[in-house]
Structure formats: structure tokens, C-alpha cells
């Protein structure tokens, strides 16, 4: 299951049963859980000072897609996907199947909840705080320094449930509240309340997020989105959902 | 021409005089046409059930750099030509001649026509329609889904002749017409009339692209841009330009 | 200090004490300073007859993070350090210390100065002409067509001390005067004057930058930024610092 060609350090934690692919580099102070999948062209446990010394922990079942990059001094529950060219850096600490998609670019000292998705291109800066089932779109930037270069970092804060679209830019120390939409392309320097849409340069509340249809289906509002969708979740969340948002609709 | 370093499946079909650099691998289900270059560190027909089987077709003459990642079940005609990182899914089907810039990103389950040349760190959406002589530059990002996370799939379609700017983002379901120009950094929520010029967040329409002179010479339109500009096209190309555009100015 | 995975050809010119990575190409037409590191998957010196001949330079004590791709015929000065990824073209000649950001693309024929940072994911095009002490932030991208697709190439400048923020776009020819500070998700269309902020989409000139104060200290102004930020300069560069900025404060 590990493929020849692959660099495996004789000190890294490796599980039963994972698969490491061609070219692939696997350093000292790492623990890989079972079943998990490294693809080709990764390096793992990307060596760091930052790190304190700290393991990279994967967890069992994960998925790590080719040409990814992964710190020592982070940590992933089980389950974790990726796409290719991923870039994770130390003291990240991550929830459940945390999906990461191709070209994301996750800084460090980040907190990620449970049954977070990013789509390709995501930049989440250092200090960023975010909660579960929340899904970020391409290209999103979450930023950190008020008054850039300085020493001061404000992580911005995503709760469960928000959606964050293409292209939006959340400024340092801003919070998108639960169940809260950023449209596509904005600029957010306010706090984004609970269950609203913004969208902008800069971002303005424009409605509740239930005033969005279903294109399919223009009586049924879009949000919550965990209503209409549910694809890729496991039973365990979906039945947490259907106490919450009753049966899926459509 | 194959390094001895390249992992070559024995079932991949590859033409005569092909090279494949450093480190690459070729997968089981690929065609390769004549005279194609494989720069090293790409994976070349990269497995996915989304395929339903169906190969990775490379044209003759092609040229793809290296870092780049190509799934199974997409097909380019002739001329193919990719910069660095290009990583492109399945069921994405192009014409003659596309041009992929460094890091895009083309997400599959797109149309792409003939001569289409992206710029640097494009991201194409799935179910993208994309016609003949088009430019997208930098940062582009064409989306898809009207209310996400959804299962709703709108594709942008762009034209020929249409030329998107850098960072601009089209949003789901939207035309940008024939000689339409997209304006930089604009996100665009109305389908682009002929041949106008669109800018701004949200976009609006400015003019005519006519309205837009060459710097070097204020009296000649910039658009449309087959007019002054034919580098790189081949000769059958710009012949039929000159029937559609006159003979090339400056 | 060679990984025996590395290929290096026996034309490069690689000084004492270099330190190069797993599965890194060493091109023909390549210089390497003494003491640097070039870490795995890079190619280095990757040819391209724009080059004309020229070769990459790179300069003593630098340190090229993995994944990353250089041209021939650049030239970088003493300690250039890069992110994962980076890719750097043909005729970019750059100053001491260059500081190049995971995933940023540094188009060619550029002009760089000393001590600049580019935080990841920086787009710079072709003709960017860029002073000393600058900083550029995610998604930022320096364009150079004013109407694309062309012949005409009208670069970027961007003056000493000047800070671009995430996501901002700076449109052909425009200057960005020292000490200007060009907010996040901003599209300039016009010269940024000495000492000032701009943002928005079209940019506007907001203030002076004095005007921003430090969020940790709310009396003092956060630019000039030399004023509190000096880490990761060397000495002399802060002790010309001292005597233009004062002693640092905080």
C-alpha cells in the first residue's frame, strides 16, 4: 500500500491499513490514522519550529488528495478530505471530515469545527475561528491584521450553519453569525447577523436569508440549506438535522 | 523521450514521439495524441468514479507544464497548451487550441470551444458553457449554484468573443454575449448585451466596447479585439478574421 | 546535502553549503548562492527561450520552500525566501530578501527592490515595477493590459513603503505612491497619492493613512507601519529605520 517511490520517515506513526502514493514525503513527527489515503506528490508533517513540537495528527479514514502540504503541529479528526495542492500549516485544529478544497491555503493556529467544507482556492488566515457545518466558497479570503503589517491579529469568527460565496473578503475580527449568508464578492466590515444576507463593497444586510427561493421550487426558501441539502453527511448528522429542520424537502 | 523516472500505466495508449518528463505518471485510462510534451510532477488521467469509465483524450501537438493534474474523462482536441498546477476534472470536453493558465482550475462538466486562451488562477465551475475565441484573465471565477450549498446547477455561459477581466466573478445562470467585455474586479448579476462593456459591484453597463481606444493609437477601437490582436492564432484562424474584421490594424 | 533523488545537471553552478530537496530538477542555466535551500518537487532554471540565454540567479543564504518552479534568466539578490508553489518567470531582476508568498506568480520583466513581501497568492504581472519595503497581501493582483487582449503592456509601480491589502486590484499604469495604503477588495483605477488610503470598488481616496490608529493603541497612528513592525528585517535596514521613523514604538 505504499507505493516505493515514497520517503517515509522510520519515526512517523503510521496506522494499519494506509496507503501512501508515489513521490510522497512522510516526516518524522507525524501520526497517520487507519485507512486513510495519501496521494502522490504530498509532503506530511512539513517540518516547523512553530510547532513546539507537536505531531501532525490525521485521523482514521482521511483522504489526502496529490500535491498537498501538511505542517507538523496540526491536528484532524477522522475523516478528513482534501483536494490536490492543499497548504496547511501548524496548530490547526480541526473537527470532523473536514473537507479542504484544491489550492486552500489553511495559515495555522485556526480553529475548525465539525463537517466544515472550503471549495478550491480558500485563504483562511491565521487566528480564524470556525464553527460546524459551515461551507465556504472559491476563492474566499478570511483575513487577520487591521493595519497591515503589524503585530496585532484578529481572527475572524464563522458560526454553524453560515455560507460565505465567492470571492468575499471578511475583514479582521469580523463574525458571521449561524445560519448567516455573505454573497459573492463582497467585502464584510460588519458583523453579520444571525440568519441575514449580506452582500457588497462594502457588504450591507439585505434580508432574511429565508427570502432566497429554491430556483426548482420558488415556495421553499434556500435557507437553512441543511433542509434541501444534505448530500454528503453522514446518517449520524442528518438525523441530528432532521430533529432540527425537519424532513428534507424536495 | 519518457524519463526514467515517469510512471507509465502499460493499458494508457500514448502516440509516437511523445515526452513525458521527471516524476509524472500516466494513469491506466488516457489517450495521448502525437507529438504531445508531458512535463514532469503532472498525473495525467487521474482515477474518478465521475468518469463512468470514459478516458482522458489529449490531442496531438499538445503541451502541458508541469504540476498538472488531468482526470479521466475529458477530451481536447489538437493544441492543447497548459501552463503550471492546471488541474482539470472530468467530462470537460474543449475544441482546438485551449490555453489553460498557471493554477486554473476547470472543474468539469464544461463545454469549451476552440481557441479559448485562460489567464493565471481561473476557476471554471462545473457546468460552464464556453464558446470560441474567448480570454478570461486572472482570478476569474465562472460559478454555478444559485443558492449554496444546493443541488441546482446554473452554468455560465460565455460567448465568442467575449473577454472577462481579471477578478471578476459571473454568477450562476448568466450569458455574457458575443464581444462582450466583463470589466476587472466586477461581479456580474445580469446577462452582458452584445458586444457592451459591463464593470463595477454590482455590474452595470458603461458602453460600447467600440467606445474603448487602443492607448497607442486614440483613434482605433480596442474591440473588438480580433481587429489588432492575432498572436499565437494560426493562419486558418486569423484568415477568417480577416473576412470578419478586415486586415489587422497597427 | 543533495537528495539522491534530486536531478541536477552538471552545467548549474551551485555554491557551497546549498541544500537541495527530494525529486528537485536543476536546470542547465542556473547560478545558486552559497548556504541556500531548495526544498523537494522544485524546478529551478526552468528554460524558456525568453530567457535569451540569461541565467537564474539566485543569491547566497536564500530559501525556496517545496513545490515551487523558477525560470531562467531571473536574478534575485541575497536571501530571497519563498512560500510552497511559487512561480517566477523570465527577467524579473529582484532586490535583497524578497519574501514571496505560497502560490504567488511573479509574471517576468518585473522590477523588484529590497525587503519586499508578498503574502500568498499574489499575482504580479508582466512590466510591475516594484520599490523597496512594500507589502502585498492575498489575492492582490498587478495588472498590465488596459484592454485585453493587446499588444500594449503599461506595467504597475508601486513606490517604497507602499501596503496593498487582500484582494485588491491594481488596474494598468497605475501608480501606487510611497507610503499609500490600498485597502482589501479594492479596484484602482487611478494614482494613489503619497500617504493615502484608498478602498472600494471604483477606489476612492478615503484619508490620510495617519489617520488609522493602532487597534492596541489607540493614540498612536498605525502607518507609517516602519514605526511598530520591524520584525524580520536585519539591522540595517532598521537602524535606517530608526533614524527616519524614530525609535520603535511599543
Chains 1, 2, 3 share one sequence.
Not at 21 to 31: F, Q, R, T
Not at 101 to 114: E, F, K, R, V, W
Not at 202 to 211: N, R
Request: aromatic share 8%; net charge neutral; hydrophobic share 35%.
Amino acid at each position: 500500500m505504499i507505493h516505493k517511490s515514497a520517503i517515509i520517515s522510520s519515526k512517523a506513526k503510521i496506522g494499519v491499513n494506509v496507503k501512501i502514493g508515489h513521490y510522497s514525503v512522510i516526516y518524522d513527527n507525524v501520526v497517520i490514522g487507519d485507512n486513510t489515503i495519501i496521494e502522490g506528490f504530498c509532503e506530511i508533517g512539513y517540518p516547523t519550529n512553530l510547532a513546539d513540537g507537536n505531531p501532525l495528527i490525521i485521523g482514521n479514514n482521511s483522504y489526502i488528495r496529490s500535491h498537498s502540504i501538511f505542517y507538523e503541529g496540526s491536528s484532524f479528526k477522522e475523516k478528513l478530505v482534501t483536494g490536490h495542492r492543499v497548504t496547511v500549516r501548524e496548530k490547526t485544529y480541526a473537527g470532523l471530515n473536514l473537507q479542504i478544497g484544491t489550492l486552500s491555503d489553511i495559515q495555522g493556529d485556526c480553529q475548525i469545527g465539525d463537517y466544515v467544507r472550503t471549495h478550491s482556492n480558500v485563504h483562511i488566515g491565521k487566528h480564524s475561528k470556525i464553527g460546524n457545518y459551515i461551507w465556504i466558497f472559491p476563492y474566499v479570503v478570511l483575513t487577520n491584521d487591521p493595519h497591515p503589517p503589524s503585530e496585532t491579529m484578529l481572527g475572524v469568527a464563522v458560526k454553524d450553519f453560515a455560507v460565505i460565496a465567492t470571492m468575499a473578503v471578511i475583514l479582521p475580527g469580523i463574525t458571521v453569525n449561524e445560519h448567516a449568508l455573505v454573497g459573492a464578492h463582497s467585502l464584510v466590515n460588519k458583523d453579520v447577523p444571525y440568519g441575514m444576507v449580506v452582500a457588497g463593497n462594502p457588504a450591507k444586510i439585505l434580508c432574511e436569508t429565508s427570502k432566497i427561493k429554491l430556483k426548482d421550487n420558488p415556495q421553499l426558501s434556500a435557507y437553512p440549506w441543511p433542509r434541501h441539502f444534505r448530500r454528503g453527511y453522514p446518517d449520524s448528522v442528518t438525523e441530528e438535522w432532521r430533529s432540527m429542520f425537519g424532513e428534507k424537502i424536495i
